[in-house]
């Protein structure tokens, strides 16, 4: 594991890059990475196998050997169901790793597997496979085609897959409905606004029903009301389908918008791999403590975060939030009662938040503890 150690609210399961058997209550991870290299330039292969090459900085890796090493010695697994988010400023090796899962770009050295099957030694018919219907990747330009309908575009990808005419038709108007796009299914690309075209990229996409969904900056170049909506598309599409989703942005708002987890990005290392919370909550170093410095703590930050044990009498009194309640809503619960609110889980108190514990979330300052963290 290369994400220096940091300290895991206790509520929270440490990030699994550990190799190992996984608990049993873990599902089995759809995408397993370990020891991942991709290095650009000639001879790249010396690069992960010389430790003093490989821990070289990206300006002298480059003068030494012109080499530039785009992803570096990174480990993860993409849990079944999960939305794992990549962030990372522009240039810090995103599209390079996710374009890696599905050999898109051929990594130097490293492993991948998907359910358990080894990604490096596919032939190319299992790759195709795999890209088809195990992992189909989102861009950022969907490549729609011109001259065809919203319905055909929809079920292009099928068309590939030589699923018949018929069949493909259903499929693709059930994924018009699917995405909002009643009512436009006979428009053209160009007759549809850049929201619009993005509904039917990812309708193509979600069409084909693969595994694992890659997006790749979908919707960066969209205005920031289309990209709110197409945010709040792919939360709602992964609360009703469960679909595995692995989302590349350099927007941190994004990221712990969408992210059930997030890697954190830098120079191709992970920096810091955890929940949006561990992230914001217990940024890994300086770099991550920098990076999400102006995140409003109370949206990210749930109220075990805030809470300090009940004293005797306390655990019947109060508003009961549950534990994932966010301290905004708890700001919300308090002022409104002017009482302290109970966290409530299965019928059992586990703790209460007071306006000290919220007001000290809010400013940096963990529960009980008087001293600031960021
Ligand atoms: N085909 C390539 N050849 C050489 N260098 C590349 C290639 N693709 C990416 N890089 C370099 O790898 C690094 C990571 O790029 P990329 O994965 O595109 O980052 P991101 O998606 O985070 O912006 C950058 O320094 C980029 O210039
Ligand atoms: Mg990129």
Not at 185 to 210: C, K, M, T, W
């Amino acid at each position: 594991m290369n994400t220096p150690p940091h300290t895991t609210p206790p509520h929270t399961t440490t990030p699994d890059t550990a190799t190992g058997p996984q608990p049993s209550a873990e599902p089995e991870p759809v995408f397993s990475v370990r020891g991942l290299w991709k290095v650009f330039g000639p001879k790249a292969d010396r690069v992960p196998a010389d430790k003093e090459l490989g821990a070289l900085g990206a300006a002298e890796l480059r003068e030494r050997t012109g080499c530039t090493a785009a992803v570096r010695d990174v480990s993860f697994d993409v849990r079944k169901g999960e939305v794992f988010v990549v962030m990372g400023l522009s240039g810090s090796g995103k599209s390079t790793l996710v374009r890696c899962l599905t050999r898109l770009v051929e990594p130097t050295s490293g492993t991948i597997s998907i359910d358990g099957e080894d990604v490096l030694s596919m032939d190319t018919g299992r790759l195709r496979e795999l890209r088809r219907h195990r992992a189909a990747m989102v861009f950022q330009h969907f490549g729609l085609l011109p001259h065809r309908t919203v319905l055909d575009n929809i079920a292009y990808g099928l068309e590939i897959q030589g699923v018949g005419r018929g069949e493909r038709r259903d499929r693709a108007a059930e994924f018009v409905t699917k995405v909002g796009l009643d009512g436009l299914e006979h428009r053209r690309p160009g007759q549809l606004s850049g929201g619009q075209q993005q509904r039917v990229g990812l309708a193509r996409a979600l069409a084909v029903d693969p595994e694992v969904l890659l997006f790749d900056e979908p919707f960066s170049a969209l205005d920031p009301l289309i990209r709110r909506d197409m945010q709040e598309e792919v939360v709602r599409l992964h609360q009703e389908e469960g679909r595995t989703m692995v989302f590349i942005t350099h927007d941190l708002n994004e990221a712990l918008k969408l992210g059930d987890r997030i890697a954190l990005m830098r120079d191709g290392r992970i920096v810091q791999l955890g929940t949006p919370e561990e992230i914001v909550g217990a940024p890994a170093d300086d770099y991550v403590r920098d990076f999400v410095r102006d995140v409003p703590r109370e949206q990210v930050l749930t109220v075990r975060s805030a809470m300090r044990p009940a004293l005797i009498g306390e655990s019947q009194a109060g508003p009961a939030l549950v534990p994932s309640a966010t301290v905004h809503e708890a700001i919300e619960a308090v002022a409104r009662t002017g009482e302290n609110a109970r966290v409530v889980e299965d019928g059992r108190c586990l703790g209460v938040v007071d306006r000290a514990g919220l007001l000290g979330v809010v400013a940096g300052i963990p529960a009980g503890t008087g001293k600031a963290v960021a």
